[in-house]
């Protein structure tokens, strides 16, 4: 996934509640970071139809190229003063979210890719914040008011639209529904990544908590690689390598960084009606880029799944509780 950084500064900012003044600076460093996030799945396709690379090489790539970026944020952490060490259980709490939650749910995202088109596994990934809202309710039992109930049937009737566009409009057979289960699958161990973090990052650090996971799902991919292909088999070239640093850099590190900027300056709930923007961006550059169509129903659905997003991050904060 890439969503990292900002995913825990969003979390913090909304624990806050504090509304801020929109800027036009803030405005533009969130709308430029929510852009550069969602170039995520072009770049993907871009390369496997350029160098025709596996999903799990691109992926290692990707977290090799924004290792050092990580390895500077612990640190940097390390580094502040009467920073506590984390105990037994935070440490096996935060290998598991950057394991199950962070490298499992970019693997799915990666092989999903190979068989759906762009928009599509942006509208089905946005359907994260849906999944966090129902594991919160039936496994920490926390209530599901009725704004949340009419966002989840509101998003989920979005996909139904869009997904029935795609299969009207395009050829598909069994890898178009295996690419679209590994995408969902994405969404949902995503969703418990960020469940977690919401229940962790107060008494580990934003920083420190992103970083330690970040490196630990690092560590799980590269492990990954490791037992699937020899490290003998890979040939590292001009195109690849480029498209490897575009995905760690302009899809994941730039934006995260831009978007903590972004939060600072115009506050968390203008930064999630901004970053609604992300399945839009990616439909057109899709469209632009890969050559994708744009079809009636992926507007319609997308307007429902982004208007289901809002009421879930408005409802949030009129509770008064993080947004998960």
């Given at each position: 996934?890439?969503?990292?950084?900002?995913?825990?500064?969003y979390?913090?900012?909304?624990?806050?509640?504090?509304?801020?003044?929109?800027?036009?600076?803030?405005?533009?460093?969130?709308?430029?970071g929510?852009?550069?996030?969602?170039?995520?799945?072009?770049?993907?396709?871009?390369?496997?139809?350029?160098?025709?690379?596996?999903?799990?090489?691109?992926?290692?790539?990707?977290?090799?190229?924004?290792?050092?970026?990580?390895?500077?944020?612990?640190?940097?952490?390390?580094?502040?003063?009467?920073?506590?060490?984390?105990t037994?259980?935070?440490?096996?709490?935060i290998?598991?979210?950057?394991?199950?939650?962070?490298?499992?749910s970019?693997?799915?995202?990666?092989?999903?890719?190979?068989?759906?088109?762009?928009?599509?596994?942006?509208?089905i990934l946005?359907?994260?914040?849906?999944?966090?809202?129902?594991?919160?309710?039936?496994?920490?039992?926390?209530?599901?008011?009725?704004?949340?109930?009419?966002?989840?049937?509101?998003?989920?009737?979005?996909?139904?639209?869009?997904?029935?566009?795609?299969?009207?409009?395009?050829?598909?057979?069994?890898?178009?529904?295996?690419?679209?289960f590994?995408?969902?699958?994405?969404?949902?161990?995503?969703?418990?990544?960020?469940?977690?973090?919401?229940?962790?990052?107060?008494?580990?650090?934003?920083?420190?908590?992103?970083?330690?996971a970040?490196?630990?799902?690092?560590?799980?991919?590269?492990?990954?690689?490791?037992?699937?292909q020899?490290?003998?088999?890979?040939?590292?070239?001009?195109?690849?390598?480029?498209?490897?640093?575009?995905?760690?850099?302009?899809?994941?590190?730039?934006?995260?960084?831009?978007?903590?900027?972004?939060?600072?300056?115009i506050g968390?709930?203008?930064?999630?009606?901004?970053?609604?923007?992300?399945?839009?961006?990616?439909?057109?550059?899709?469209?632009?880029?890969?050559?994708?169509?744009?079809?009636?129903?992926?507007?319609?659905?997308?307007?429902?799944?982004?208007?289901?997003?809002?009421?879930?991050?408005?409802?949030?904060?009129?509770?008064?509780?993080?947004?998960?």
């Amino acid at each position: 996934m890439d969503h990292g950084l900002w995913t825990i500064d969003y979390k913090l900012s909304t624990v806050n509640n504090q509304i801020q003044k929109i800027s036009l600076l803030g405005f533009l460093i969130t709308l430029g970071g929510a852009i550069f996030f969602s170039t995520k799945a072009i770049f993907v396709k871009l390369a496997f139809q350029e160098t025709k690379v596996n999903a799990l090489t691109l992926l290692s790539l990707r977290m090799l190229f924004s290792l050092p970026f990580y390895v500077v944020a612990v640190w940097l952490a390390t580094r502040k003063d009467q920073v506590k060490p984390l105990t037994r259980r935070q440490w096996f709490l935060i290998m598991l979210m950057g394991i199950f939650g962070y490298y499992l749910s970019s693997l799915f995202d990666f092989i999903g890719l190979q068989y759906v088109s762009a928009g599509l596994e942006r509208l089905i990934l946005f359907l994260y914040p849906t999944f966090a809202v129902l594991i919160n309710t039936f496994y920490f039992k926390t209530k599901l008011g009725r704004m949340q109930l009419i966002a989840l049937v509101l998003t989920y009737i979005g996909i139904g639209i869009a997904y029935w566009g795609e299969i009207r409009n395009a050829q598909y057979g069994p890898q178009f529904f295996y690419g679209s289960f590994m995408i969902f699958l994405c969404a949902i161990t995503y969703s418990f990544y960020l469940v977690g973090t919401g229940r962790l990052v107060n008494s580990v650090g934003a920083t420190r908590y992103t970083a330690y996971a970040m490196l630990t799902a690092t560590a799980g991919i590269f492990i990954h690689y490791l037992i699937e292909q020899p490290i003998t088999d890979f040939h590292l070239t001009t195109p690849l390598a480029a498209y490897g640093i575009a995905l760690a850099i302009i899809a994941t590190v730039l934006p995260s960084f831009m978007m903590s900027v972004g939060m600072k300056k115009i506050g968390s709930n203008n930064v999630a009606i901004i970053t609604s923007i992300g399945p839009v961006s990616t439909i057109l550059q899709a469209h632009f880029f890969l050559g994708e169509s744009i079809i009636t129903e992926q507007i319609i659905g997308t307007i429902f799944v982004i208007i289901g997003v809002l009421l879930i991050g408005w409802q949030s904060k009129v509770a008064g509780e993080p947004h998960q």
